[in-house]
């Protein structure tokens, strides 16, 4: 099988490029720059992932299966805790609207074999929250996108198949990002997650297993407090608003005396 990966120079990218080769796929590992580990893939390719063209060049690999584990999530913010519009811009870009441009742009094509797009999506999508406000915005608006859209694509185009993985937590760098907003107190509680999340080879190995089924969307175990989160947010919008009124408050280095200067 011909699969090509975006994000391959990550945490999951890396993982899932090694468990691809050991079975025998044939890997395209795609980054902004072509810089991937040889251990990763079969050929290392550079693409920006911004535009329709650069999903055109994609597709024109002839895959069979597209995995885009590429994605981003703050690393730095304003005063306050204000996101930065920059910023705010790449994270779209790269979780959300590529995944879309690219799966419109498979679609429109001819295809004489399935294509399976694989989209990364996360947890977290169904529960916005102040420690990670941008990400999560786009996680959700991939999973809107793939439910929504999929269905008109696969029936307009039935060798292709709009697909959603969402992992939990992945022992790695991206998994302390929320710590950016967060003070000691929050910091603790983050590190009890981070300190159970599973190794990046295990979820990739589980990310494959799935793909190779026939769900469209596929997780890992939502904590119960994710569930409770999602089920708050859509039966109870304003008081789920003020819920992160009140968690701001407690567990951001924002406010309060932390925040004095921060
Ligand atoms: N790690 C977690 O805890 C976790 C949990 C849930 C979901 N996920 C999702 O799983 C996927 C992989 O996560 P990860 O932990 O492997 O992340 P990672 O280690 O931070 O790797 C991210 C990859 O995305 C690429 N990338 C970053 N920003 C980009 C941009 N603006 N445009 C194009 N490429 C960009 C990077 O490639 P280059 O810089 O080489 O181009 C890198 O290979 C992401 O979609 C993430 O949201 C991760």
Known sequence: MK??????TGTLGEALGRACIARGDEVVGVGRKATAAPSTCSVSVANAQHSTEDAARLLDLDPDRIYLCAGQIEDAVGPGGVPLASTMEQIHRV????????????????????????????????????????????KSALHHFVTGTGPILHAANPHVRLRLYRPGVIKGPLSWAPTIRLNARGRKIRARRCRRAP????????????????????????PL???????????APDSYYRLQIASWRRVSKFSGSEGQGA
């Not at 699969?3 to 391959?8: D, E, K, L, Q, S």
Request: charge should be negative.
């Open 3 to 8: 699969v090509v990966i975006t994000g391959i």
């Open 95 to 138: 979780n959300s609207l590529f995944p879309a441009l690219l799966a419109i742009e498979a679609a429109s094509r001819e295809w004489s074999h399935p294509l399976d797009i694989v989209t990364v999506g996360s947890i977290a999508d169904g529960s916005p929250s102040a420690f990670g406000p941008v990400y999560h915005a786009s």
């Open 199 to 222: 190794e990046a080879a295990v979820v990739a190995r589980r990310l494959l297993a799935w793909s190779d089924g026939d769900d469209w969307v596929g997780s890992d175990l939502e």
């Open 225 to 235: 407090s994710f569930r409770f989160l999602k089920l708050l947010w859509g039966l």
